[in-house]
């Protein structure tokens, strides 16, 4: 797709539109230009986008992909038609079958987070990060009970960016506490760990990315050093396996997939957050 | 929606499913039973689930809805032979008029996130999010001339989840930094922020909720006090007034609205990350 742009254009935040954009670009070879478009809300401001568009379109020579989420539909209507990028209407192809389905019209509200800030949904949420960052790097311990998982690990693994997503995204109170080569000597799990052995998830690390990862950080140090990260890793990999912890490999995955594995271990059956 | 369940099926983390699932359904009335099945990436796995989801509306006497992202075809056309649920098919209904677009076949690889843990997007976003945390609260000032942006505010206006969410998700350093009793005295900016006001971005609050919000950390306390919070809020939207820094409140928005508006005002013409 050289020389294309991409459009995300919704009344509300825009997240839908780029987050299922994306993974639909993603089946395509290529690496298109975009452009994030928020809170397009009357058609005063979708005029605007419009004429940005079909400028860019002509001087291109290609016409832009535009992912709109526009629930009010004379935005819409007015949107289809005069933009003249290949408009995907991510919204009202799924909304008319639900229609059908539900056997009720929808609400055509526009943004999905109206009012959410008020919502317990979104409190929790918002406790969750304060606490994962409250439990972070093992610094707290008080209160340490109300973790719905305490990912362990040696430093630098991931986690506390796996730990801050899944409170951010999924309302997950997630704890992360290290391993660090005094419990490999001692051979045993933080004493602080032993009560919670039944919310700990671990992750481990592939040595050579570790030391990599590390070097950023400390360059040249023993710390970072291969030989370290092997003994480390090792070492960590052996207490998860003696002490019953489940736990998988953060080298080859992002904190999304991770996050994702953890969700489906820890809570099988739980429902998702709405 | 009473009794009825949603099923967010993917081969791949789900979260695109997910997150556009529930913008969908946030159009309809009622609170749906919601189920996250990840990683469904062969017809094995994919029998599983239809099972589960046809007795499930058998039980309940209504038919699931299954909102599926399944890039496989094979996997796809298995799952809509055999579910009895109402299969929304989120990836091959665009998938398709793109094809045609851009006169290629999409490579039908699964898996959005696909060794994305090695490219420089992912690892720009992890260092975002450790910059985030490591310039929270004013923590640490070194460094503060590499941040994309810098929150300001009184404390609990809701600075923290919202920078962490920016690195999290857009990949943009946001450090934070509170304006307290002291800076109102003084009536000065703090000297740290001052050679970066180009870069500040303001939050404020109703002063009510921002009492509500400190009242659940410190019941009681003259710093949970309505009377404190207005003067708090008063005082710091005059100086933001008085520095011309732009600023918003976060009373009735999510992070994710704050966080929309914030990127469309500090990089009007930015192109999303992809």
């Known amino acids: 797709m050289p020389n294309r742009s991409v459009y995300f254009v919704s009344d509300g935040t825009a997240i839908t539109a780029e987050t299922f954009g994306k993974s639909i670009l993603a089946q395509f070879p290529g690496k298109p230009r975009l452009v994030r478009r928020p809170f397009i809300d009357s058609e005063d401001k979708a005029r605007q986008v419009i004429n940005e568009i079909n400028v860019l379109g002509a001087t291109e020579g290609k016409r832009p992909v535009v992912f709109v989420t526009l629930v009010d539909l004379s935005v819409l209507a007015f949107f289809k038609a005069h933009c003249k990028g290949l408009v995907l209407d991510m919204f009202n192809t799924f909304i008319e079958p639900l229609e059908a389905e539900f056997a009720v019209k929808s609400n055509h509200r526009v943004g999905r987070f109206s009012d959410v800030a008020k919502s317990q949904e979104y409190h929790d949420r918002i406790e969750a990060i304060n606490f994962s960052l409250a439990h972070d790097d093992g610094q707290a311990t008080r209160n340490i009970e109300a973790a ?98 489940a736990w998988l490999s953060s080298t080859h995955k992002s904190i999304e997939e991770i996050s994702a594995t953890i969700l489906r271990d820890i809570k099988p059956d739980a429902l998702a957050i709405y």
């Open 148 to 245: 719905d998982v305490i990912l362990v690990g040696v430093s630098r693994c991931g986690k506390t960016p796996t730990s801050l997503y899944l409170a951010m995204q999924h309302g997950i109170k997630a704890a992360n506490y290290p391993l660090i080569p005094e419990d490999f000597e001692r051979g045993k799990l933080p004493s602080m760990l032993a009560p919670h052995k039944k919310r700990c998830f671990g992750l481990t690390i592939d040595p050579d990315r570790l030391s990599q990862v590390r070097n950023e950080r400390r360059p040249g140090s023993k710390y970072a050093s291969l030989a370290n990260c092997r003994y480390e890793v090792n070492e960590a990999e052996a207490m998860m396996k003696r002490e019953g912890i």
